[in-house]
Structures are given as structure tokens and as C-alpha cells.
């Protein structure tokens, strides 16, 4: 369901934000707003201009009013918007799409009170020196509607950057680190990201062959890309425009809270009590490793809504092991030197304090050490760890350089 109607207003461009407005915060620090028209939404000129705004589409009276916007030095798009509904809504999703059908999604999942105003972030756009035009998607849910949308487009001097955009199926999902907990992780020096909603696959791959194609992407329902070494599952990220996740992104990205089970996913851990005893679609090429009859792995997404976080992220808790680029030596305090355990506290830094009997704060989710240095951080833990895979979930055992056939990885960008 659309909302479109036509109501044209004119008002001061607004200076409203948290602690300082989001214009003189870009002033102060020598960002740059860049002029952008909205197309059925507003015009705006420059920081030092007239700051005038015009408007229409998206609608002064109800649904959800954009208010002011701009790109800032760093490549964010920040918008503004208001709540013109009688109830509070809910911003699930704004997606920006160019001519060629690439799109971005931001999926921030924020309330917004009535008649109140919030920024909400998205990434992938470019500054350029030419002009174009991008469309905006507004989603929202209020009153027991869902799925309620305004649309516009914002032309200026970015485009959206296709290297990092979103291949147009919705397979990225955006983390706003303001939204996760920061007991689990701090994100106070981490900007926003995207990360590959499923993990990662070869773009050829398909439900019955991993494929051959050396470019890394995030689809549903296919053999997921493993036998990588941390080393090449960050050139790999790399060569197609994004990078591999650290492993304090990786935790950001479970949006988890410690003893919040409805917050920590459940996923394939061989039918235990993390699967719930669920299944997804087995996956053809993986292996019956404890003889049981059923193989260790399942396609890319395919099990049921509980094996997804709370912003939609798959395949967190177990499948396959996924690397993170984060690499550690025995000095690191993450390294327990050859100890493993059960997670019984956690340091906010995203990786387990003490290790001792189980703690349900953490889901049982459990820590494998090392004994030497050079160790690779991967998370998540796979299919045959069982209950103790988890977004809690940290192994060392293996070097950058090592490759095994239940260790995958997801790509990220920021």
C-alpha cells in the first residue's frame, strides 16, 4: 500500500537535532551539504544559502514529511523526517534506487512518536561531479498498517555507488550502531555498515553447486561459499568494493543483548535446542559428518524466520563458521592461550571476559582457544557445534592462511 497525495508547503529548512544540528555539525567540522532538489519532496540549496525549502509528495499533513537532508564528507545521507500520522510509527525501510535499478536499503526499524522528527542514516552514495537523480522509498508501519510508503528522488552532485550498492534483491541489511547494545559491543568509534544479509555465496552458486565465480555475493537459498581462507575471503570482499567484517563489526551486526534471549537468533545446529527443531534445506554438497543421515549444512537463508536477527541478518548462529578480519596473538586479551569454556562474562571490546560453566545469559554459546599467535577470529559457529554455536560464539584455533569446508564468511561496507 502507497500513500501518494499532492500537498505543496514552503518553511525554513530546520536546524533540529540531538545536542547540535545536524547542519552546524556539519559546518563546525568543514562538511559540505551538497545541494540537492527533491523531486515531488524538496529543494535545498547549500549550508550558506538561503536555506528555503520546498515541497511536495511527501505529504505535509499526514504519512511521513521530509524535512531537511543532505551528503555529508564521509558519504552519508542523512534525512530528516516527521511523523505527520494521529499514531507513532515505526521507519522500517528507506531505499534509495538510480536509474539502473541498483538500489540501497537502509533497514532502520526506529519508532517515531507523532509530530516528533528523527535523522536516519543510509549509506552508498557517492559524491560526483555531474548531476543525478536517485529515488527515495519511505516504509513505514503505523495503526496496525504495514508497509505504508512515500516516494520522491533526489537529484545532486552523488550517484549512487553501484561497486557497493545493493544488487536490487534486498540481500543487505544496514546496522545502525546507535541501536546496538553497547554492553555487547561499543560502537562509539564505529560508523554505520551494511552486512550481507545471507552469507556469503559465489555469484554463479545455485541450489545444488557452489558455482566458480570468484565474485562474492548474498542470495538466498544457495550453497554457501566455504573452503576460504581468511585471506582470500578478504581479498575476495575487497576486489568487489567491500571488505570483511572485525570482529566487533560482526558483533554490532547480531544486534544481541546479553541475557536477551529473544534477541540471540536461533539457527542450524544440528536439530538441538538452537535449531528448535527446525530445519532449513540441506545442502547437497555439504557432509554427513557424524554419520547420522543428514549433511552438516544449509542453504544460504533457508530456514525459518527464528534463524534471523532482529533486523533480518541470517546464519549468525551456526551453518558455517564465518571469519571475521580481525587477527590476534597471545598478548590479546581476547586469547585465553589454549583455554576453552563456556562464555560465563563478556567484555564490551565483543569477545568473551571468563570462561566456566554454562551461563544462559549467553545461550550456552561456548569459546575455543589457541596456543599460538597469528589466530584468525572467526564467529558464529557452525552446524556441528550444536548448542554451542551462537552469536556469543568465538574460535582461534586457525591461522589467516587456513581453509576448511565448514568455515564461510559475509561481506560488509561502510
Not at 121 to 134: A, D, H, R
Not at 144 to 168: C, H, K, Q, Y
Not at 263 to 292: A, M, V, Y
Request: net charge negative.
Amino acid at each position: 500500500m502507497t500513500k501518494h497525495r499532492s500537498v505543496t508547503h514552503t518553511h525554513e529548512l530546520l536546524n533540529k537535532s540531538k545536542g547540535q544540528s545536524a547542519i552546524e555539525y556539519l559546518t563546525t567540522y568543514g562538511w559540505m551539504l551538497l545541494v540537492i532538489a527533491i523531486v515531488g519532496g524538496a529543494v535545498f540549496t547549500t549550508v550558506q544559502g538561503s536555506s528555503s525549502l520546498d515541497s511536495s509528495g511527501f505529504d505535509a499533513v499526514s504519512g511521513v514529511a521530509f524535512v531537511d537532508g543532505g551528503l555529508t564528507s564521509d558519504n552519508t545521507f542523512q534525512m530528516r523526517l516527521r511523523n505527520q500520522e494521529a499514531e507513532e510509527m515505526t521507519v522500517e525501510k528507506i531505499t534509495l534506487t538510480n536509474e539502473a535499478g541498483n538500489k540501497v536499503v537502509a533497514r532502520p526499524g526506529k519508532t517515531l512518536p507523532v509530530g516528533e522528527e528523527k535523522t536516519f542514516n543510509t549509506i552508498g552514495l557517492t559524491e560526483t561531479g555531474g548531476q543525478n537523480s536517485v529515488n527515495v522509498e519511505i516504509t513505514y508501519d503505523t495503526g496496525g498498517l504495514n508497509n505504508l510508503a512515500v516516494n520522491g528522488s533526489i537529484t545532486g552532485a552523488f550517484s549512487l555507488d553501484t561497486e557497493r550498492a545493493e544488487p536490487g534483491n534486498g540481500e543487505w541489511e544496514f546496522v545502525d550502531v546507535s541501536e546496538v547494545n553497547q554492553s555487547t559491543v561499543d560502537t562509539s568509534e564505529m560508523s554505520d555498515f551494511y552486512i550481507m544479509k545471507y552469507e556469503a555465496s559465489r555469484s554463479d552458486a545455485n541450489s545444488t553447486d557452489a558455482g566458480s565465480e570468484s565474485t562474492p555475493v548474498s542470495q538466498q537459498g544457495v550453497v554457501p561459499w566455504v573452503q576460504i581462507s581468511q585471506n582470500e575471503a578478504i581479498d575476495k570482499c575487497q576486489q568487489a568494493g567491500f571488505n570483511l567484517p572485525s570482529n566487533r563489526q560482526w558483533q554490532a551486526a547480531t544486534m544481541a543483548e546479553i541475557g536477551n534471549s529473544s534477541t540471540q537468533p536461533l539457527g542450524n545446529t544440528n536439530n538441538n535446542e538452537d535449531s528448535n527443531g527446525d530445519q532449513g534445506t540441506i545442502d547437497p554438497t555439504s557432509h554427513d559428518w557424524n554419520s547420522d543421515g543428514e549433511n552438516d549444512r544449509t542453504l544460504t537463508g533457508s530456514g525459518p524466520d527464528t534463524w534471523a536477527n532482529t533486523i533480518g541478518v541470517h546464519d549468525l548462529n551456526g551453518n558455517v563458521w564465518e571469519w571475521t578480519r580481525t587477527v590476534v596473538d597471545q598478548s590479546h586479551p581476547m586469547h585465553k592461550g589454549g583455554s576453552n569454556g563456556q562464555v560465563s562474562s563478556w567484555n564490551n571490546n565483543g569477545y568473551p571476559e571468563t570462561l566456566g560453566s554454562s551461563n544462559s545469559d549467553f545461550g550456552g554459546d561456548y569459546y575455543w582457544s589457541s596456543s599460538d599467535d597469528n589466530r584468525a577470529v572467526q564467529r558464529g559457529g557452525g552446524a556441528r557445534n550444536g548448542a554451542r554455536a551462537g552469536v556469543f560464539s568465538l574460535t582461534l584455533h586457525n591461522a589467516p592462511s587456513r581453509s576448511l569446508r565448514y568455515i564461510g564468511f559475509r561481506c560488509s561496507f561502510s
